[in-house]
Antibody
Framework: EVQLVESGGDLVQSGRSLRLSCATS????????MSWVRQAPGKGLEWVGF??????????EYAASVKGRFTVSRDDSKSIAYLQMNSLKTEDTAVYYC??????????WGQGTLVTVSS | DIVMTQSPDSLAVSLGERATINCKSS???????????LAWYQQKPGQSPKLLIY???TRESGVPDRFSGSGSGTDFTLTISSLQTEDVAIYYC?????????FGQGTRVEIK
Protein backbone atom coordinates (compact mmCIF):
# COMPACT_ATOMS: atom_id res chain seq x y z
CA GLU A 1 0.00 0.00 0.00
CA VAL A 2 1.33 3.40 -0.98
CA GLN A 3 1.70 5.77 1.98
CA LEU A 4 2.87 9.36 2.24
CA VAL A 5 3.10 10.89 5.71
CA GLU A 6 3.90 14.56 6.14
CA SER A 7 5.32 16.00 9.34
CA GLY A 8 6.93 19.16 10.61
CA GLY A 9 4.00 21.56 10.47
CA ASP A 10 3.90 24.08 13.31
CA LEU A 11 2.97 27.58 14.44
CA VAL A 12 5.84 29.92 13.61
CA GLN A 13 6.42 33.64 13.49
CA SER A 14 6.72 35.54 10.27
CA GLY A 15 10.29 35.55 8.95
CA ARG A 16 11.23 32.24 10.53
CA SER A 17 12.01 28.89 8.87
CA LEU A 18 10.46 25.45 8.93
CA ARG A 19 11.26 22.12 7.29
CA LEU A 20 8.53 19.70 6.31
CA SER A 21 9.19 16.02 5.73
CA CYS A 22 7.26 13.49 3.66
CA ALA A 23 8.02 9.89 4.58
CA THR A 24 6.92 7.39 1.97
CA SER A 25 6.47 3.65 1.58
CA UNK A 26 4.86 1.16 -0.76
CA UNK A 27 6.56 2.28 -3.97
CA UNK A 28 10.06 2.75 -5.37
CA UNK A 29 10.58 6.32 -4.21
CA UNK A 30 13.57 7.01 -6.43
CA UNK A 31 11.54 6.36 -9.59
CA UNK A 32 9.11 9.24 -9.04
CA UNK A 33 8.99 12.99 -9.01
CA MET A 34 7.60 14.39 -5.77
CA SER A 35 5.51 17.52 -5.55
CA TRP A 36 4.18 19.77 -2.82
CA VAL A 37 0.72 21.33 -2.99
CA ARG A 38 -0.77 23.62 -0.37
CA GLN A 39 -4.27 24.67 0.65
CA ALA A 40 -4.91 27.82 2.67
CA PRO A 41 -7.79 27.55 5.18
CA GLY A 42 -11.09 27.38 3.30
CA LYS A 43 -9.38 27.91 -0.06
CA GLY A 44 -8.44 25.89 -3.12
CA LEU A 45 -5.32 23.99 -4.10
CA GLU A 46 -2.05 25.73 -4.99
CA TRP A 47 1.00 24.04 -6.47
CA VAL A 48 4.18 24.86 -4.53
CA GLY A 49 6.97 22.99 -6.31
CA PHE A 50 8.43 19.66 -7.32
CA UNK A 51 11.61 17.70 -7.62
CA UNK A 52 12.18 15.26 -10.46
CA UNK A 53 13.70 11.83 -9.97
CA UNK A 54 17.47 11.47 -10.23
CA UNK A 55 16.89 9.71 -13.56
CA UNK A 56 15.59 13.04 -14.85
CA UNK A 57 18.30 15.08 -13.19
CA UNK A 58 16.63 15.73 -9.84
CA UNK A 59 15.76 19.21 -11.05
CA UNK A 60 13.31 21.45 -9.21
CA GLU A 61 10.65 23.97 -10.15
CA TYR A 62 8.71 26.39 -7.94
CA ALA A 63 5.68 28.61 -7.92
CA ALA A 64 6.53 32.29 -8.21
CA SER A 65 5.04 32.92 -4.76
CA VAL A 66 7.68 30.74 -3.06
CA LYS A 67 10.65 30.87 -5.44
CA GLY A 68 13.82 31.91 -3.64
CA ARG A 69 12.30 31.11 -0.22
CA PHE A 70 11.32 27.43 -0.46
CA THR A 71 13.47 24.46 -1.47
CA VAL A 72 12.32 20.94 -2.32
CA SER A 73 14.85 18.14 -1.82
CA ARG A 74 14.86 14.38 -1.57
CA ASP A 75 16.74 11.56 0.13
CA ASP A 76 16.23 8.47 -2.00
CA SER A 77 18.08 6.27 0.52
CA LYS A 78 15.39 7.09 3.12
CA SER A 79 12.42 7.53 0.72
CA ILE A 80 11.77 10.98 2.13
CA ALA A 81 10.99 14.28 0.43
CA TYR A 82 11.54 17.62 2.14
CA LEU A 83 10.23 21.14 1.84
CA GLN A 84 12.52 23.74 3.41
CA MET A 85 10.60 26.96 3.96
CA ASN A 86 12.52 30.15 4.77
CA SER A 87 11.40 33.74 5.31
CA LEU A 88 7.87 32.57 6.02
CA LYS A 89 5.01 34.99 5.48
CA THR A 90 1.50 35.00 6.92
CA GLU A 91 0.18 34.13 3.45
CA ASP A 92 2.11 30.83 3.61
CA THR A 93 -0.38 29.62 6.22
CA ALA A 94 -1.86 26.43 4.77
CA VAL A 95 -2.09 22.67 4.91
CA TYR A 96 0.87 21.32 2.94
CA TYR A 97 0.46 18.07 1.03
CA CYS A 98 3.18 16.00 -0.54
CA UNK A 99 2.24 14.03 -3.62
CA UNK A 100 3.63 11.28 -5.81
CA UNK A 101 3.88 12.80 -9.24
CA UNK A 102 3.47 10.84 -12.47
CA UNK A 103 4.05 12.93 -15.59
CA UNK A 104 2.75 15.93 -13.66
CA UNK A 105 -0.48 14.61 -12.19
CA UNK A 106 -0.72 13.59 -8.54
CA UNK A 107 -1.53 9.93 -8.14
CA UNK A 108 -1.03 9.75 -4.35
CA TRP A 109 -1.43 12.35 -1.60
CA GLY A 110 -0.42 12.50 2.03
CA GLN A 111 -2.78 13.53 4.81
CA GLY A 112 -1.22 17.01 4.98
CA THR A 113 0.52 19.00 7.69
CA LEU A 114 -0.63 22.42 8.91
CA VAL A 115 1.73 25.38 8.84
CA THR A 116 0.52 28.51 10.60
CA VAL A 117 2.54 31.70 10.27
CA SER A 118 1.75 34.44 12.73
CA SER A 119 2.64 38.10 12.50
CA ASP B 1 0.48 31.07 -16.56
CA ILE B 2 -2.45 28.90 -17.62
CA VAL B 3 -5.59 29.99 -15.80
CA MET B 4 -8.12 27.24 -15.08
CA THR B 5 -11.73 28.35 -14.67
CA GLN B 6 -14.39 25.95 -13.44
CA SER B 7 -18.14 26.33 -13.71
CA PRO B 8 -20.32 26.36 -11.82
CA ASP B 9 -18.78 27.20 -8.43
CA SER B 10 -21.35 24.95 -6.81
CA LEU B 11 -24.23 22.73 -7.81
CA ALA B 12 -26.92 20.72 -6.07
CA VAL B 13 -28.11 17.55 -7.78
CA SER B 14 -30.72 14.99 -6.74
CA LEU B 15 -29.56 11.49 -5.87
CA GLY B 16 -29.25 9.37 -8.99
CA GLU B 17 -29.17 12.39 -11.30
CA ARG B 18 -26.30 13.60 -13.50
CA ALA B 19 -23.78 16.19 -12.32
CA THR B 20 -21.66 18.06 -14.85
CA ILE B 21 -18.66 20.23 -14.05
CA ASN B 22 -16.88 22.30 -16.66
CA CYS B 23 -13.26 23.41 -16.74
CA LYS B 24 -11.78 25.86 -19.21
CA SER B 25 -8.08 26.56 -19.61
CA SER B 26 -6.73 29.89 -20.85
CA UNK B 27 -4.36 28.03 -23.20
CA UNK B 28 -4.53 24.63 -24.83
CA UNK B 29 -3.23 21.76 -22.74
CA UNK B 30 -3.12 19.41 -25.73
CA UNK B 31 0.40 18.38 -26.61
CA UNK B 32 1.87 17.07 -29.85
CA UNK B 33 1.68 13.55 -28.42
CA UNK B 34 -2.12 13.97 -28.67
CA UNK B 35 -2.50 13.91 -24.89
CA UNK B 36 -4.42 16.48 -22.89
CA UNK B 37 -2.48 17.29 -19.72
CA LEU B 38 -5.57 17.65 -17.57
CA ALA B 39 -6.56 15.86 -14.35
CA TRP B 40 -9.53 15.90 -11.99
CA TYR B 41 -9.44 15.46 -8.22
CA GLN B 42 -12.11 14.93 -5.59
CA GLN B 43 -11.73 16.35 -2.09
CA LYS B 44 -14.24 15.21 0.51
CA PRO B 45 -14.69 17.25 3.71
CA GLY B 46 -11.70 16.89 6.02
CA GLN B 47 -9.80 14.68 3.59
CA SER B 48 -6.89 14.97 1.18
CA PRO B 49 -7.62 15.29 -2.53
CA LYS B 50 -7.94 12.08 -4.51
CA LEU B 51 -7.10 11.56 -8.17
CA LEU B 52 -10.14 10.66 -10.29
CA ILE B 53 -9.15 11.27 -13.92
CA TYR B 54 -5.89 11.95 -15.77
CA UNK B 55 -5.04 12.60 -19.42
CA UNK B 56 -8.49 14.26 -19.45
CA UNK B 57 -10.40 10.99 -19.76
CA THR B 58 -8.47 8.10 -18.17
CA ARG B 59 -10.12 6.92 -14.98
CA GLU B 60 -7.77 6.12 -12.10
CA SER B 61 -7.82 2.54 -10.87
CA GLY B 62 -10.60 1.97 -8.35
CA VAL B 63 -12.63 5.03 -9.33
CA PRO B 64 -16.29 4.12 -9.97
CA ASP B 65 -17.28 4.18 -13.62
CA ARG B 66 -20.01 6.76 -12.94
CA PHE B 67 -17.15 9.28 -13.09
CA SER B 68 -16.02 10.21 -16.59
CA GLY B 69 -13.90 12.93 -18.13
CA SER B 70 -14.08 14.40 -21.61
CA GLY B 71 -12.88 17.33 -23.68
CA SER B 72 -9.77 18.47 -25.49
CA GLY B 73 -7.68 21.56 -25.99
CA THR B 74 -9.17 24.16 -23.66
CA ASP B 75 -12.59 22.79 -22.70
CA PHE B 76 -13.14 19.86 -20.39
CA THR B 77 -15.96 18.22 -18.49
CA LEU B 78 -16.23 15.94 -15.49
CA THR B 79 -19.49 14.01 -15.39
CA ILE B 80 -20.95 12.03 -12.52
CA SER B 81 -23.61 9.97 -14.26
CA SER B 82 -25.66 9.05 -11.20
CA LEU B 83 -24.89 11.06 -8.07
CA GLN B 84 -24.43 9.12 -4.85
CA THR B 85 -24.27 10.47 -1.29
CA GLU B 86 -20.56 9.65 -1.10
CA ASP B 87 -19.91 11.97 -4.06
CA VAL B 88 -20.53 15.09 -1.97
CA ALA B 89 -17.19 16.86 -2.31
CA ILE B 90 -15.28 19.66 -3.98
CA TYR B 91 -13.90 18.82 -7.41
CA TYR B 92 -10.81 20.43 -8.91
CA CYS B 93 -9.40 20.37 -12.42
CA UNK B 94 -5.63 20.65 -12.80
CA UNK B 95 -3.38 21.33 -15.76
CA UNK B 96 0.06 19.76 -15.82
CA UNK B 97 0.89 20.95 -19.31
CA UNK B 98 3.27 23.70 -18.24
CA UNK B 99 4.94 25.35 -15.27
CA UNK B 100 3.45 26.66 -13.08
CA UNK B 101 0.99 23.83 -12.55
CA UNK B 102 -2.40 25.36 -11.88
CA PHE B 103 -5.76 24.27 -10.49
CA GLY B 104 -9.28 25.44 -11.04
CA GLN B 105 -10.97 27.19 -8.12
CA GLY B 106 -13.06 24.12 -7.30
CA THR B 107 -16.71 23.14 -7.70
CA ARG B 108 -18.74 22.12 -4.66
CA VAL B 109 -21.22 19.30 -5.32
CA GLU B 110 -24.11 18.79 -2.91
CA ILE B 111 -27.29 16.73 -2.75
CA LYS B 112 -30.51 18.55 -3.63
Amino acid sequence: EVQLVESGGDLVQSGRSLRLSCATSGFTFGDYAMSWVRQAPGKGLEWVGFIKSKTYGGTTEYAASVKGRFTVSRDDSKSIAYLQMNSLKTEDTAVYYCTRDIDGYYVSWGQGTLVTVSS
Amino acid sequence: DIVMTQSPDSLAVSLGERATINCKSSQSVLHSNNKNYLAWYQQKPGQSPKLLIYWASTRESGVPDRFSGSGSGTDFTLTISSLQTEDVAIYYCHQYSSIPRTFGQGTRVEIK
